[in-house]
């Protein structure tokens, strides 16, 4: 990721939190269909929001791109503040369509819908690729993007991974990748399988590791070692601060969040993770 890849990726979180507390906030509501996700306002594209299409028992996620103009406009349309109420959008041959507002009659309708071609994760090496809406949702982390779900092929509820929009796939890209080249290592979270979406692969599948906050302080030492492993593996984190690294139930430790990692054998990248990572237990050990 470049620095400004980084700085963009850095501000959109801050506004996504931002904007989750902020009261008046536009609430955008379908009469069939589920917003998973947004972001803030794409320079050509409009605004964009992830959906769930609902049509009888069938179900699928488009892509739906708002006029811009209309939201600077501010444009409520229904009596219920901040809320925008939308149209009723089809099933079919089409995963991204455009809606925009008749000024005349202060309805919004569908400009197009079109069949256009996504970014896909194209490193698949697990075996196992489940799709997105079999997946039951447990806890939302972060959005859509980040989730603990289950499905009949675990016992216990496991994390998913995903792009929410096909522009963020190359850092789930970058990071299902290093989870294949430490496979095995005991490094990280154990890796479950990819995310598909109609076939395209968005995320990925791990273990999910519920924190155990009483153990965090005795067993820090552990996130060094796996940081070693890493290392040893021709791989520095590139973000190594102590929320990356998770503990087990029973002690171990274990590395999370690799978008920023990078494949190197540079001394220097090792040390600064190394670097990090121990005043990070530092600081903790000290405040406990
Ligand atoms: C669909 O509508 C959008 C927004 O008006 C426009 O930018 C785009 O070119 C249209 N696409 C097609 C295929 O007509």
């Known amino acids: 990721m470049s620095l400004w890849e980084r700085l963009f990726f850095i501000i959109g979180i801050a506004i996504a939190s931002a904007q989750s507390v902020l009261p008046g906030q536009n609430v955008y509501r379908f009469p069939n269909a589920q917003v998973l996700a947004t972001q803030q306002k794409i320079a050509n594209y409009g605004h964009p929001l992830r959906v769930a299409v609902n049509v009888g028992e069938q179900k699928a996620i488009k892509y739906v791109f708002l006029d811009s103009k209309m939201l600077q406009a501010g444009y409520p349309t229904s009596s219920e503040q901040g809320s925008i109420d939308l149209p009723r959008l089809p099933l079919g041959d089409w995963n991204e369509a455009h809606i925009h507002l008749d000024r005349h009659t202060g309805t919004y309708s569908i400009r197009n819908t079109t069949l256009t071609s996504h970014l896909e994760m194209i490193n698949n090496w697990h075996p196992r690729k489940i799709d997105y809406l079999e997946f039951v949702k447990v806890e ?3 959005h859509d993007r980040l ?11 496991v994390l998913i991974k995903i792009a929410s929009f096909p522009w963020d796939i190359p850092s789930l890209e970058r990071e299902a990748t290093v989870y294949q080249l430490l496979h095995g290592s005991g490094a990280t979270p154990e890796f479950l399988g990819h995310v598909t979406e109609g076939g395209r692969a968005i995320g990925f599948i791990t273990e999910y590791i519920g924190e155990v906050p009483s153990i965090r302080g005795r067993n820090m030492q552990g996130c060094l070692a796996a940081l070693r492993i890493l290392h040893q593996r021709g791989i520095a984190h590139g973000d ?4 990356n690294c998770l503990i087990r139930k029973d002690g171990s430790s274990v590395l999370i969040d690799f978008e920023l990692s990078l494949e190197t054998w540079s001394h220097e990248e090792f040390g600064r993770d190394l670097d990090i990572m121990g005043r990070c237990i530092q600081a903790f050990s000290e405040h406990a």
Do not use: I, R, S, Y
Request: no cysteine; hydrophobic share 40%.
């Open 140 to 142: 939302m982390l972060q």
């Open 240 to 243: 190594a601060h102590n929320g």
């Open 147 to 157: 989730q603990v779900v289950t499905h009949p092929d675990f016992d216990a509820p």
